[in-house]
């Protein structure tokens, strides 16, 4: 009978760590602990697949981070210069989930028939009339402002009543493409409305029992490192950011897309990228009015001089007031085969000062030789990283003959 080997995989020796070997050694300990015995099963579906091709087979590969405080204990210093993680052209599974794209439903709907009559103004019929509609929180200038511009977007020639432009309902196709903006961000009322992400992100996400054609999330039921996750949970200076699980096939090197993972809390609200504080976070709220203000004044005369200009043009005027994602976790991971399998890892772990006014960024990348069914850990002294990788076989499709309806005969 074949025993399962859990091998450890460091990403390097860490210089002045004074208890990097014993947060090692408590790692190591946890992926051999019995509560893994679960690795048998996965030891038997992988002697069953050594026959089938890499190249056309399916894995599902599960992947553990989580952040730790080591910061009174080590003596290696961190450059404060911050590491951009290249996420263009990776494969983002999670966006979806949290920011759908309703681009494909807008382009589905019909067109709506132009309205033959004017609508009503009768006072009685409240709904119709402007001044019902008009928001009770626009309190100030500046939010009275962006109402009345987005109103006047909406306003029909002949009635004091509101209704969306009737070529709304259906946007052309090359307008979405040229746009490649979600639907909020097609609409020209709605130009300064686009949907934020949120500002914590839930610890496992999953997708859906259905097998798909495409590389997916995998369902929380195939998820089957629990047990080290809760242990993770609950040591002392230890932080689960991500516990999650994807299926996909696996190509060469070159033909390989990484797939990008982020996680834990978005500081976008308070800093940019390189964990420069905003402007918008130090300034009063009244600086910030007279710049919403500023830029409402310029889309009117942007518009004003030529309207037929397309909106994608006009967006990154707006895009200075949006705050983009600083997630806690963001990075890559690309698993790949070249006769073997590899897995490649860039990571950038934030961490945010205690009296919440800096935020520091750590980076770790790392290339780790995989073996199917074992469990690897990359070590770093602020991030840890679990990977293993499992073949998976993917439902049969059913057959003309088994296709048949029920109660028939053959």
């Known amino acids: 009978m074949r025993r399962n080997?859990?091998?450890?995989?460091?990403?390097k020796p860490v210089p002045g760590c004074l208890n990097a070997r014993a947060g090692r050694n408590f790692i190591a300990a946890l992926l051999l602990a019995p509560t893994l015995l679960l690795h048998n099963a996965m030891a038997q579906s992988n002697s069953q697949g050594n026959s089938q091709s890499i190249e056309t087979s399916w894995f599902e590969i599960e992947i553990l981070a989580f952040s730790r405080d080591n910061s009174q204990r080590l003596l290696e210093q961190f450059p404060p210069k911050v590491?951009?993680?290249?996420?263009?052209?990776?494969v983002d599974l999670l966006s979806p989930l949290y920011q759908p794209d309703l681009t494909a439903i807008l382009l589905a709907a019909p067109a709506c028939p132009k309205p033959e009559v004017a609508l009503s103004t009768d006072p009685e019929l409240?709904?119709?009339?402007?001044?019902?509609?008009?928001?009770?929180?626009?309190?100030?200038?500046?939010?009275?402002?962006?109402?009345?511009?987005?109103?006047?977007?909406?306003k029909l020639p002949h009635s004091?009543?509101?209704?969306p432009l009737?070529?709304?309902?259906?946007?052309?196709?090359?307008?979405n493409k040229a746009l490649n903006a979600p639907l909020n961000a097609s609409l020209p009322g709605a130009v300064l409305i686009r949907q934020q992400p949120p500002a914590q992100l839930p610890l496992t996400p999953a997708g859906q029992e259905q097998h798909q054609p495409q590389p997916y999330l995998a369902p929380e039921s195939a998820l089957q490192l629990k047990d080290l996750a809760y242990q993770l949970q609950h040591r002392g200076n230890h932080q689960l950011l991500l516990h999650t699980a994807w299926?996909?096939?696996?190509?060469?090197?070159?033909?390989?897309?990484?797939?990008?993972?982020?996680?834990?809390?978005?500081?976008?609200?308070?800093?940019?990228?390189?964990?420069?504080?905003?402007?918008?976070?130090?300034?009063?709220?009244?600086?910030s009015n007279g710049q919403l203000l500023q830029q409402i004044t310029a889309l009117e005369q942007a518009l004003a001089k030529n309207p037929a200009t397309p909106l994608a043009e006009l967006q990154p005027a707006f895009n200075q007031q949006s705050n983009d994602p600083v997630w806690q976790l963001d990075g890559l991971v690309k698993v790949y085969s070249e006769r073997m399998l590899f897995a490649e890892t860039d990571f950038n772990l934030r961490r945010l000062s205690a009296d919440g006014s800096t935020l520091s960024?750590?980076?770790s990348n790392d290339q780790t030789r995989l073996l199917i069914g074992e469990v690897h850990y990359l070590d770093h002294p602020h991030l840890g990283l679990?990977?293993?990788?499992?073949?998976?076989?993917?439902?049969?499709?059913?057959?003309?003959?088994?296709?048949?309806?029920?109660?028939?005969?053959?």
Do not use: M
């Open 5 to 11: 080997v859990i091998k450890v995989h460091p990403l």
């Open 83 to 90: 590491t951009e993680v290249a996420t263009r052209g990776s």
């Open 126 to 154: 409240s709904l119709a009339t402007a001044d019902v509609t008009a928001p009770l929180f626009a309190t100030d200038e500046a939010s009275l402002a962006a109402y009345q511009f987005q109103q006047s977007a909406f």
């Open 160 to 163: 004091d009543g509101y209704q």
């Open 166 to 175: 009737p070529e709304l309902c259906a946007i052309d196709h090359k307008f």
């Open 247 to 287: 299926r996909q096939p696996l190509s060469g090197k070159r033909a390989a897309r990484p797939y990008r993972w982020f996680a834990g809390s978005n500081f976008g609200q308070q800093f940019d990228y390189f964990g420069r504080a905003k402007a918008s976070a130090i300034q009063p709220a009244t600086d």
């Open 361 to 363: 960024t750590y980076h």
């Open 386 to 410: 679990v990977l293993q990788i499992r073949r998976f076989a993917p439902p049969l499709l059913p057959t003309i003959e088994n296709a048949a309806a029920p109660g028939t005969q053959p």
